[in-house]
């Protein structure tokens, strides 16, 4: 990689805050922690009323979790309807199917994303 001439500086990049608001786990207020990951959500069935089709938000590990465990529970309901009426679910926006969390969810940590 070339020395983009900035290499020599010491210095911490400002730290992020979890972008999370109106979770349980922080009394419905915005969340006061640190961020660690990037969470990108499909917004189903609402994707061409958002630029790109997706939700980006910054959380922090608690937060991350706890949205996670909601994304797995919305994930088995697809699944269940899959099985139920022997289709895939698909978004009603854009007809990206919805085979599992992993079709309208993905997570990356920061520290990944940064190089770090």
């Known amino acids: 990689m070339a020395d983009s001439g900035i290499d020599h500086l010491d210095f911490e990049p400002a730290k992020l805050l979890c972008e999370c608001v109106g979770c ?10 640190v961020a660690g990951f990037r969470v990108v959500v499909h917004a189903v069935n609402r994707c061409s009323q958002v630029e790109g089709g997706t939700v980006v ?20 309901q697809l699944e269940d309807l899959r099985e139920r009426y022997g289709r895939p679910v698909v978004c009603s926006d854009c007809g990206a ?3 599992g969390t992993g ?3 993905n997570v990356q940590p920061l520290a990944d994303l940064l190089g770090r």
Do not use: K, N
């Open 24 to 33: 349980p786990g922080h009394g419905g207020d915005q969340c006061a922690a």
């Open 57 to 76: 938000a910054l959380l922090c590990a608690a937060c991350m979790t706890r949205r996670a465990r909601q994304a797995l529970d919305y994930g088995r």
């Open 97 to 99: 199917e919805l085979s």
């Open 103 to 105: 079709a309208f969810w």
